[in-house]
């Protein structure tokens, strides 16, 4: 899984680790990374195409896969960072990348795949171009 593209903008947001985050043996469950992404991916989006905009647009952000590697357990304790940038802007693809950071060291790393549709026909579109602009400008004709 990458780092950041020098080139490339990324985000960060802390992550604050609830009570309801931890399982029996007192670390993060595996599936609260899913939802963090799902934050930070948004987060993404809210700095050139918003949600909300999206959706008033007839466009819907379509999750495809999940991919995350555990390298360190996360507990309450711990002041987490989470990290996202796009690693590629296909014709109708995008991929994000992810990290999930303890006082600076990694103890998770993720990708995702998704595509865009428009929701009245339920069919893929491009990236948006506000997307496109902001985190791969290269892939634009």
């Not at 992404?37 to 819907?60: F, H, K, Q, S, T």
């Not at 600076?104 to 990236?127: C, K, N, V, Y």
């Amino acid at each position: 899984m990458s780092q950041p593209p020098p080139a490339r903008p990324a985000i960060e947001r802390a992550l604050p680790v609830r009570t309801y985050d931890i399982d029996f043996a007192g670390v993060v469950g595996n599936i609260v990374y899913v939802r963090w992404l799902e934050d930070l991916r948004l987060a993404l989006m809210d700095e050139a195409y918003p949600i909300a905009r999206a959706l008033a647009d007839d466009v819907a952000p379509i999750l495809l896969a999940t991919r995350i590697r555990y390298e360190r357990p996360v507990t309450i304790q711990d002041a987490l960072l989470g990290r996202m940038w796009v690693t590629a802007m296909e014709k109708v693809r995008w991929t994000v990348a992810a990290e999930f950071l303890v006082g600076g060291r990694r103890h998770a790393a993720a990708e995702q795949d998704g595509l865009f549709i428009r929701l009245s026909t339920r069919r893929p579109i491009a990236p948006p171009l506000e997307l496109r602009r902001r985190y791969a400008p290269d892939t634009l004709p």
